[in-house]
């Protein structure tokens, strides 16, 4: 899972935002493509969705109480041994400026509704009961975007990585099964259109793009020809869909051996993944 998110990230940070004559035109898979516009960011190099997803899998891997604290010292530790490009400009600076979990909860303001905690919650979706998932999704929500539509995103992205993994169901059903489990039909109808920076969307749109199915490349163009915050996108759908029996494992060679792989790449997320399960 971790990989394949990874791939999605670093795939879809090539067009975030960008014109949608640049996505239809360089949204083949065959390779990475350097950004019109953000040239930090180095084809095949993943971002804050990965670096946060990969920090709370560890922290669940590594046995270690999952609390507030526990979670902000995940994010802490993963920043500052790894600092990337990616991560919104304000929040950037605020995570270089803190070493320790206790200050990022004492300094944090966690008002925001966008897709930070979203895009970072598949770790919990593995977990055996739905209960365990939202408990899980939850606490770490709250640790940046402790608000409705925020934690709500993150449930639901959460929860269709459970769905998938499990094997609760067609895919093409995770939506209303969401939607039942959470409570809002939101979730149960499609996204179109350009993706914007809320939480909401950019799951709505991973939701779209994993209940049509096929397959991962699929899957992943879709996701991509959205348009907008397409990176988040296909986080959060590939996370789900590489869980799914019923989506064919077929992400091009190219796109698995031009992801990043230095200390904490494609062969580390492959190894903390195993511990996962």
Known sequence: MLVELAIGDAYGAGFEYADPAFVTRHNTLDGYVRHPRHHGIRPGAYTDDTQMTLA????????????????ASAFVT?????????????????????????EFLARIRPDSDKSGAAMRASPAGLLPTAAEVLHHTDVQARVTHDTADGIAAARAAALAVHYCHHGLGPVAEVGPWIADRLGSGVWARPWRGKVGSKGVMSVRAALTALAAGGSLSSVLRACVAFTGDVDTVATVALAAASR????????PRALLDGLENGPFGRDHLARVDA???
Do not use: K
């Open 78 to 102: 993963a920043f500052h041994r790894d600092p990337r490009e990616g991560y919104a400009r304000g929040f950037q600076a605020f995570l270089g400026t803190v070493r320790t979990g206790a």
């Open 56 to 71: 709370l899998a560890e922290l669940r891997a590594s046995g270690v109480e999952w609390t507030p604290e526990s979670v």
């Open 275 to 277: 511990h996962l399960r």
């Open 244 to 251: 799914s029996a019923e989506i064919r494992a077929d992400l």
